[in-house]
């Protein structure tokens, strides 16, 4: 049924319809919930397609969506539950008010780690996309992901990575992190 929403939710026809009837509140339960890695990376991956919408932006928060996508992306070891969780963080910090949240419920920490750490091309991607996100137009994140070692970790990815979509995403990362901040630049060179 997760996948299905996902595929569903994938279509911007269908993001309201999937939303208004229950598909928030189910997928976020799912994501609370279930022990199977498939559900988890189907779930989390709905909800992020549903987040490219603003007002199911708004929506997941107001419901707790963003708790448990959070959880998934600190304690997870499945690559495919970490890249849809990371990558429904990074829709849904499109959001200013989601960008705080995040930040709140120590989401930028397990994103970096994920960033220096991880091994698989779909997680880095989706992971630095969301620091990229997080710290979009937010100094307090950018300063967070600084000091919890983002810059470092997205440097070493840009250095080390033979895929072309992390290095746009790291790179578009990095920019968001030093803008308008100096001492995030001065950390970098």
Same mark, same amino acid.
């Not at 997928?27 to 987040?51: H, I, M, R, T």
């Not at 990371?86 to 397990?110: D, F, H, V």
């Not at 290095?167 to 992190?177: F, I, K």
């Given at each position: 049924?997760?996948?299905?929403?996902?595929?569903?939710?994938?279509?911007?026809?269908?993001?309201?319809?999937?939303?208004?009837?229950?598909?928030?509140?189910?997928?976020?339960?799912?994501?609370?919930?279930?022990?199977?890695?498939?559900?988890?990376?189907?779930?989390?991956?709905?909800?992020?397609?549903?987040?490219?919408?603003?007002?199911?932006?708004?929506?997941?928060?107001?419901?707790? !969506?963003? #708790? *448990?996508? &959070?959880?998934? /992306?600190?304690?997870?070891?499945? +690559?495919?539950? $970490?890249? %849809? =969780?990371?990558? @429904?963080?990074?829709?849904?910090?499109?959001?200013?008010?989601?960008?705080?949240?995040?930040?709140?419920?120590? !989401?930028? #920490? *397990?994103? &970096?780690?994920? /960033?220096?750490?991880?091994?698989? +091309?779909?997680? $880095?991607? %989706? =992971?630095?996309? @969301?620091?990229?996100?997080?710290?979009?137009?937010?100094?307090?994140?950018?300063?967070?992901?600084?000091?919890? !070692?983002?810059?470092?970790?997205?440097?070493?990815?840009?250095?080390?990575?033979?895929?072309?979509?992390?290095?746009?995403?790291?790179?578009?990362?990095?920019?968001?992190?030093?803008?308008?901040?100096?001492?995030?630049?001065?950390?970098?060179?």
């Amino acid at each position: 049924a997760a996948a299905a929403l996902a595929n569903l939710a994938d279509d911007s026809g269908n993001r309201g319809r999937v939303a208004s009837c229950g598909g928030l509140e189910a997928l976020c339960g799912l994501c609370n919930a279930s022990q199977s890695d498939a559900v988890l990376a189907c779930a989390a991956a709905a909800l992020g397609n549903l987040a490219d919408d603003d007002g199911n932006r708004t929506a997941i928060e107001k419901i707790g !969506g963003l #708790e *448990p996508l &959070v959880r998934l /992306c600190s304690s997870s070891v499945s +690559d495919s539950v $970490l890249e %849809s =969780a990371a990558a @429904a963080l990074a829709n849904l910090a499109y959001n200013e008010n989601n960008r705080k949240r995040i930040a709140q419920l120590s !989401g930028i #920490e *397990p994103l &970096v780690w994920l /960033c220096a750490h991880s091994t698989s +091309d779909a997680v $880095l991607e %989706s =992971a630095s996309a @969301a620091l990229g996100n997080l710290a979009y137009y937010n100094d307090k994140n950018r300063i967070r992901i600084a000091e919890t !070692g983002g810059l470092s970790a997205l440097a070493q990815l840009c250095e080390s990575t033979g895929s072309v979509t992390v290095l746009e995403s790291a790179t578009g990362a990095l920019r968001h992190v030093v803008y308008n901040n100096e001492s995030n630049r001065i950390r970098f060179v």
